[in-house]
């Protein structure tokens, strides 16, 4: 008996190799899904089951008291939770970055009370301000307190603590000197000084006070006024907004006021005796038992607070805090801006040397990331790399100083206008550092390009002119003639003999025209 072998064509051994491969490679996708969809059940059960469970509100008490009022809400309904926040240091931009992240934090975690506890020696009024906005439209009662012992809160402190809807200290702390220090204008500008009587003139922001921790009083028992015009529109504009925030939650608006004319500071016992804060406490715990029950006006109504016993959450500054309180200086984001920029061009311009770019890409991603909480004019940020690429164009470009020029006018303006506060802004000297430093490197390319326009050519038929050779033979007319080793035609309207010195005159194709040379 004979069998039909039929022999199976490539084709079909194909197809059923990449039908195996196939059928592997989902059998391996679905036991992967399998695995995930378990591994994922398991993690949102543990989830689920590690969540802690919330306290039910407490019954009686003086919200409950309250409750019937229909212009205060009782705090009994929301969640007994408090978000901690931290503020050590100067107010800066990086700091109103912290604070706006902590209280959005504080709306999403559902929490019915935010406490700061500050220590600082005052800041920018621009963040100050902007922190202040989000305290009063807050949703959630805010408490400043001033801890640990010996901590203060000067300055910008001082308008937080009254804009707060709790004023709190530690004992053995203090605040005040809320003078504002920066009265804007161009360093170095003249100033009217005016004399007050007895010979001594009168003290002007920023100086020390004299001892005691009181600055003078200036022309007798008037108050103090400021000694030029900027300096009475800053003073007049504090005054008036700290008075504004001493009003809205009843403290003392007048010792305010002498905090910001004469710089005067106080204790926690006398603010307290003082009605410029509400409760002094020793720690977190004694804070809370004291403010319970307490009536606090919101945005919208009065609140009456649930306190006792409630858990107290953190959310402590991280590595974003510290990286902003770094950079966030507008010079150093400025500096870094031009790092980032020079370090690109120069990889862009030499291909390979991966130092440069590396370096450039980190130093203008972290001024990015600076720009985004610094008050940027952007037509100024615009100027600046218009500036920087006309800078670049000359070195590139024939445009005989012109694009340079302007590109330095251009990089200055920028840099001048660059932040909208007068407060933050990028030193005057490091921007004349950079601009003279752009103005040699425009001034080394155009002396170079003026002189590779009149140097001598080196390459090419126009190295060929003017050059000397000797005839290697005689010829009359049109003949062969040897230049730097090469074998060119050479044509002349005299006689030539072997061992004549001939000076090349022009260059036509491959033949030279050539005259003796005396």
């Not at 059940?41 to 409750?67: D, M, R």
């Not at 019915?112 to 963040?127: A, E, F, Y």
Request: overall charge negative.
């Amino acid at each position: 008996m004979q069998f039909l072998v039929v022999e199976e064509l490539p084709v079909h051994r194909e197809l059923a190799g990449r039908l195996r491969t196939l059928r592997w490679i989902l059998r391996r996708i679905a036991r992967s899904a399998s695995f995930a969809s378990v591994s994922l059940l398991v993690g949102f059960w543990s989830i689920a089951s590690c969540q802690p469970s919330e306290p039910e509100p407490q019954s009686g008490g003086p919200e409950t008291e309250n409750s019937a009022n229909p212009n205060e809400r009782a705090d009994s309904a929301r969640k007994g939770k408090a978000l901690l926040l931290e503020v050590k240091g100067a107010i800066s931009p990086a700091t109103m970055d912290y604070l706006l992240r902590g209280f959005k934090e504080a709306r999403e975690r559902e929490s019915s009370l935010i406490i700061i506890r500050m220590d600082t020696p005052g800041g920018l009024s621009s963040s100050m301000r902007e922190i202040i906005k989000e305290i009063l439209n807050s949703p959630i009662p805010v408490v400043t307190y001033v801890s640990p012992p010996g901590a203060r809160a000067a300055s910008a402190g001082t308008y937080m603590l009254y804009a707060s809807h709790v004023a709190a200290m530690a004992p053995s702390t203090n605040l005040g000197s809320a003078t504002p220090v920066q009265m804007g204008g161009m360093p170095g500008s003249p100033e009217e000084k005016e004399d007050s009587p007895g010979g001594e003139s009168e003290p002007r922001s920023g100086q020390e006070s004299g001892p005691g921790g009181e600055a003078g009083e200036g022309k007798g028992d008037e108050p103090r006024r400021g000694s030029t015009a900027m300096e009475r529109k800053v003073l007049e504009d504090a005054v008036a907004y700290i008075r504004g925030l001493a009003e809205r939650h009843g403290r003392n608006a007048d010792w305010a006021e002498k905090a910001v004319r004469d710089a005067v500071n106080i204790t926690a016992s006398d603010a307290l005796e003082q009605n410029v804060i509400d409760i002094v406490a020793e720690d977190t715990s004694e804070l809370l038992a004291g403010i319970h029950g307490r009536t606090v006006q919101m945005a919208h109504g009065n609140r009456t607070l649930a306190t006792k016993g409630i858990r107290i959450e953190e959310f402590m500054p991280d590595w974003r805090h510290e990286l902003l309180s770094v950079i966030a200086d507008p010079s150093v984001a400025y500096f870094l801006m031009l790092i980032g920029f020079y370090g690109l061009l120069f990889e862009l311009s030499n291909p390979g040397a991966i130092y440069p770019g590396v370096i450039g890409a980190i130093s203008l991603l972290l001024a990015l990331f600076a720009f985004q909480v610094l008050p940027i004019n952007y037509a100024g940020l615009a100027l600046m790399v218009l500036g920087l690429g006309l800078i670049l164009a000359e070195a590139f470009v024939a445009g005989f100083g012109i694009l340079g020029i302007g590109g330095i006018v251009a990089f200055v303006a920028g840099s001048v206008i660059l932040m909208d506060e007068e407060n933050l802004s990028v030193s005057l000297p490091l921007i004349g550092s950079v601009a003279l430093v752009a103005a040699g490197f425009l001034a080394w390319v155009l002396t170079r390009l003026v002189a590779l326009r009149r140097s001598k050519s080196v390459s090419g038929k126009e190295h060929l002119i003017g050059r000397i050779v000797e005839a290697s033979s005689d010829f009359q007319g049109k003949g062969r003639l040897r230049v730097g080793g090469e074998i060119w035609w050479a044509q002349c309207e005299e006689p030539v003999k072997k061992g004549e010195r001939l000076e090349i005159e022009a260059v036509d194709g491959l033949t030279l025209t050539v005259s003796k040379k005396e």
